[in-house]
């Protein structure tokens, strides 16, 4: 072999590695934070880039990892030079804050989050997830120690809420958005479980109890109310019933009246022109049929007392006497 030879391939070696070094492909969602000569030169975007080797490096990251084994919860710190742009669920360990009546509570907690500016989060921020756990713990002791026990335990949406509201506001400058909180447990101690535990017993049996008076109650009213209407219904029915048999006896001596009132006209002008006097001869009548029952009552009695003054307009009314039948035995 000769030297130009040699030469030769010792540049295709150079080439080779020059082009392998100066090519990077970056996958989708994920980005490299490229610097020239120690600063900060450019954000490698998802596809094929190609950098100077020598000159340009990528940025390597602090990062921890987390991992589950058998429910227990590991975390490690590596390094790396690749970030993640999608939204990252963070699994927070179980910790104890203490509410504002003094009870230690453990609280487990989630956090989604996403990487909106690169450079930040790599520049503005040492390592980031370590920065956003602690930020989280801290905040999270500030607004439980703000509520007590039983506001804590009832007001979770609450809870998630502020503490979206100001992790989004801290690390809004290291370039990241928070998206949701979520607390996944919280754990009283034994003892608080169990006073709980028999308030709300108590709680339900009050409940009960109430319900069942309220129930009785609502019966008893009812109740009353329904007797109240049927009387009152009642009433308007003999009320009613009154009215209407008033209104039938009324009209009956009406009918009766003008019934009497058309016979006794019909009477006055049959007989005025007989010449006799219509006055006498009612009285007569009036007499005759209280005689007939005078006699009719007394069966067993054949003396029967005739007042004088019938026997004087009997008297006057002669012409008539053959049209009424007295009896014989009267005196």
């Given amino acids: 072999m000769g030297p130009i030879l040699t ?18 492909v970056v996958r989708q969602s994920e980005m490299v934070i490229i610097e020239r000569l120690g600063t900060f030169n450019r954000v490698l975007e998802s596809g094929v880039n190609i950098i100077w080797p020598l000159i340009d490096r990528p940025r390597e ?6 991992t589950m084994v058998n429910g227990v919860r590991y975390q490690r710190r590596v390094r790396r030079v690749r970030l993640d742009l999608r939204e990252t669920v963070y699994d927070f360990p179980r910790q104890g804050v203490i509410t504002r009546d003094n009870v230690m509570t453990e609280i487990n907690a989630l956090l989604y989050f996403q990487i909106t500016d690169p450079k930040k989060a790599v520049y503005e921020i040492a390592n980031l997830p370590d920065a956003i756990e602690k930020l989280t713990q801290t905040t999270l002791r500030n607004v439980i120690g703000e509520m007590d026990l039983d506001q804590t335990l009832s007001s979770r949406e609450t809870i998630n809420a502020k503490l979206r509201a100001i992790l989004d ?7 990241v958005k928070i998206n949701r909180v979520e607390l996944q447990e919280i754990t009283p101690p034994p003892d608080i479980r169990n006073a709980l535990e028999k308030q709300m017993r108590a709680e339900r049996d009050r409940r009960a109890v109430v319900l069942t008076a309220d129930g009785e109650k609502s019966a008893v009213i009812l109740q009353a109310e329904g007797f109240r209407n049927s009387q009152i219904t009642r009433a ?18 009406v009918l009766c009246a003008q019934g009497e009132a058309e016979a006794i006209e ?4 049959a007989l005025e022109k007989c010449g006799t006097d219509p006055a006498q001869y009612l009285i007569a009548m009036r007499y005759l049929e209280t005689f007939k029952e005078m006699v009719s009552g ?10 004088y003054e019938a026997t004087a307009i009997l008297g006057s009314i002669g012409g008539l006497r053959d049209l009424f039948k007295i009896p014989t035995q009267a005196k």
Avoid: C, H
């Fill in 61 to 66: 990251i602090d990062w921890i990892e987390m």
């Fill in 298 to 307: 007394n069966q067993g009695n054949q003396t029967v007392y005739i007042p």
């Fill in 169 to 175: 506001e801290a690390s809004d400058k290291w370039g």
């Fill in 236 to 253: 308007e029915g003999d009320k009613q019933a009154a009215i209407l048999q008033a209104e039938g006896e009324r009209q009956a001596r």
């Fill in 266 to 269: 019909k009477i006055t002008n």
């Fill in 7 to 24: 030469l030769a391939i010792v540049l295709a070696i150079f080439v080779l590695v020059f082009t392998f070094q100066a090519l990077i």
